[in-house]
């Protein structure tokens, strides 16, 4: 089974910063099985990216995902006060999430 | 409106059943594979059960197997999960999401429903 591992666990940052967040695989990963969720308190969560680098229906394009084999990355370029919340990365091959990175206001 | 509702949550005791209903519409619902995710109180997205197409071919969490059955109705564009033999482990909000294969990603998802397994 293969283990999303998502760092950091919290990330603390202004809006306008840039937000960097690393989800890692225990084994290598195809690339187009590569996810990312975002999910406010109370919300369902909603695809953001998608084939590590697609950015699903409505994204905007401040958001931007990349990697490839066992280490991949999700960036915020400029946060605006709604990215602020967690994000999950998930592996489509056995539908499993990462632990979650919550981005919240410093 | 692309859009799942799902209903049925609840508080049961130990030991007990539950049925989840996830209502579908906006969409040919007997396209796509369905999934049940569940999330505990204050924790991360947890996978825990899918279903192709026309309901032939099912998959569950090492967590849930034995006890909960994933089915579905094309006719009623419904999805179910059936959750016998219910844990404290279980209490979780449950929410359904759509498979989308052509981009390999959960495209739509339901709002939730909160299963509580207390006495």
């Known amino acids: 089974e293969i283990v999303l591992t998502q760092s950091p666990g919290t990330l603390s940052l202004s809006p306008g910063e840039r937000a960097t967040l690393s989800c890692r695989a225990s084994q290598s990963v195809s690339s187009s099985y590569l996810a990312w969720y975002q999910q406010k308190p109370g919300q369902a969560p909603r695809l953001l990216i998608y084939?590590?680098?697609s950015r699903a229906t409505g994204i905007p394009d401040r958001f931007s995902g990349s990697g490839s084999g066992t280490d991949f990355t999700l960036t915020i370029s400029r946060l605006e006060p709604e990215d602020f919340a967690v994000y999950y990365c998930?592996?489509?091959?056995?539908?499993?999430f990462g632990q979650g990175t919550k981005v919240e206001i410093k | 409106e692309v859009q799942l509702v799902e209903s049925g949550g609840g508080l049961v005791q130990p030991g007990g059943s539950l049925r989840l209903s996830c209502a579908a519409s906006?969409?040919?619902?007997?396209?796509?594979?369905m999934h049940w995710v569940r999330q505990a109180p204050g924790k991360g997205l947890v996978w825990v059960s899918r279903?192709?197409?026309?309901?032939?071919?099912?998959s569950y969490a090492d967590s849930v197997k034995g006890r909960f059955t994933i089915s579905r109705d094309n006719a009623k564009n419904t999805l179910y999960l059936q959750m016998n033999s219910l844990r404290a482990e279980d209490t979780a909000v449950y929410y359904c999401a759509r498979d989308a294969d052509y981009i390999d990603a959960f495209d739509i998802w339901g709002q939730g429903t909160m299963v509580t397994v207390s006495s």
């Open positions: 906006g969409f040919t619902f007997s396209s796509y594979w």
């Open positions: 279903i192709n197409s026309d309901g032939s071919s099912t």
């Open positions: 084939g590590a680098s």
């Open positions: 998930q592996q489509y091959g056995s539908w499993t």
